[in-house]
Structures are given as structure tokens and as C-alpha cells.
């Protein structure tokens, strides 16, 4: 069963910090993983998706890294600012050749960050 | 701005009423989900329809009932319902259960059992 951490679960930086978040995957045979963020009480932006063949995707200031074998993603967010504020949830799909997981995720339990002014 | 809209985006209903929550979205995606997702925890996979069809049904209650009338729209009927079933429901979609492309999710319906 495929089981999704991710570290830290709270993270307070000042603004203009690079910083790093940790997500990691027991089982590698995945076909994709997805970044979200999640404001409160809303739902969940779609922030990168890296497929299983790719090392790493980049959106603006965010670049997400994948290393499948290893299980392990990061997401890279440079020069913070206090509107990153949020709940950022990995989510990995896994592989499915027949194609009746359709798209199954399973989330990781998120880390909340925090970037004050 | 989101483009899975769902309403209602509060709702609260005593547990012997039926409500029913909606989820449009007109990107031509013919996968849908719902999710629940109780405070400070992930979101859990309720049920999947892919055009059309309910494809999984995660060993949801009965009084949880989904409908898919069409490819841009997704019901959940609720009926009977109790206090631990308040949580925040997500709608979300894909282009097909199959392939990369990712998971779009609507603002959701936030639903307080009394």
C-alpha cells in the first residue's frame, strides 16, 4: 500500500527565503506526482505535475524535483513572499496499465507554511 | 479562479433532511471526483465517474449518493446524514481517468450535519 510523508509539517520563514519541502513515497511504481497548495477553506490549486519519466518541472518561482527510485519529490519555492502562505499537499498517482485506478491519488498529509513579513 | 464550480459553497442541514451538492465544469474533462476532506487532513476519495460511469465507489455509506446526468456535471445527494459527516466536499476533474494530465478541484461546498 502506498504510503505518502511529508516533512516538515509546519515551516515559518521570513519573506525572501528560499525554502524546501520534502515529500516521500513508499512504493516507486508511480505514473505521475502532483503539488498542490491549498488556501483555507478553499480547494486545491494544481501547482506542478511531474510525470514518473521526468527529473523536474518549473512554474515561475516554484521548481519541483522527482527522484522515482529514491521515492522522494521536493518543491523548491525561491524568494518567499507572505501570499505563499498555505497548505502545499504532494499527491502520487500510481501506475495503472490497465487503467482502472482512473487517476486514483494518494495525498500526502501536507505541510503548512507560513512566510511573514 | 477555479473552473470546477460547485455549489452550494456553505451549507448546513439537519440529519433528516435530503440536500444535494453540484460540481460543473466545462473543459471537457470526462473524469469526475468527490472528495471529502475533514479539518487539517487530506482529501479522501469518495467516488469516480469516467464519461459518465461510476467507476469507484470507495466503500462510501448509502446515504451518499452520486449522479453524473452529463459530462459537465456531478450531484451528490445526501440523505440522512450525520454530525461526522460535516466536512469540507470537493469536486474534481480530469480530461480522462487515463493519462498525465492533472487534477483540477473546485472551491467546494463546506456541509454542517446538525
Known amino acids: ?117 | 479562479d477555479t473552473e470546477v464550480t460547485q455549489t452550494p459553497k456553505h451549507l448546513v442541514m439537519g440529519m433528516t433532511n435530503k440536500k444535494s451538492l453540484k460540481c460543473e465544469q466545462h473543459m471537457g474533462h470526462r473524469a469526475m471526483y468527490w472528495y471529502k476532506q475533514k479539518a487539517k487532513k487530506p482529501p479522501e476519495l469518495m467516488f469516480v465517474y469516467s464519461y459518465e460511469k461510476l467507476s469507484i465507489n470507495e466503500s462510501v455509506p448509502s446515504r451518499f449518493s452520486p449522479e453524473c446526468p452529463n459530462s459537465s456535471l456531478l450531484n451528490l445527494h445526501l440523505h440522512a446524514l450525520q454530525p461526522e459527516d460535516s466536512a469540507l466536499y470537493l469536486c474534481a476533474s480530469r480530461l480522462t481517468g487515463t493519462g498525465n494530465s492533472p487534477l483540477h478541484f473546485g472551491n467546494g461546498t463546506r456541509l454542517t450535519v446538525t
Not at chain 1, 513508499?26 to 494544481?46: C, E, M, V
Request: hydrophobic share 30%; charged share 15%.
Open chain 1, 1 to 117: 500500500k502506498q504510503e505518502v510523508t511529508q516533512i516538515p509539517a509546519a515551516l515559518s520563514v521570513p519573506e525572501g527565503e528560499n525554502l524546501v519541502l520534502n515529500c516521500s513515497f513508499t512504493d516507486s511504481a508511480i505514473y505521475n506526482l502532483q503539488w498542490f497548495r491549498q488556501d483555507p477553506g478553499k480547494g486545491l490549486t494544481s501547482l506542478l505535475l511531474i510525470q514518473s519519466s521526468q527529473r523536474e518541472q518549473t512554474s515561475g518561482r516554484l521548481n519541483a524535483s522527482l527522484d522515482k527510485s529514491s521515492g522522494r519529490s521536493t518543491l523548491y519555492i525561491a524568494a518567499s513572499q507572505p501570499g505563499d502562505s498555505a497548505t502545499y499537499l504532494c499527491a502520487v498517482r500510481r501506475e495503472d496499465a490497465g487503467g482502472t485506478s482512473y487517476g486514483k491519488l494518494t495525498f500526502g498529509q501536507g505541510t503548512i507554511l507560513t512566510v511573514h513579513p
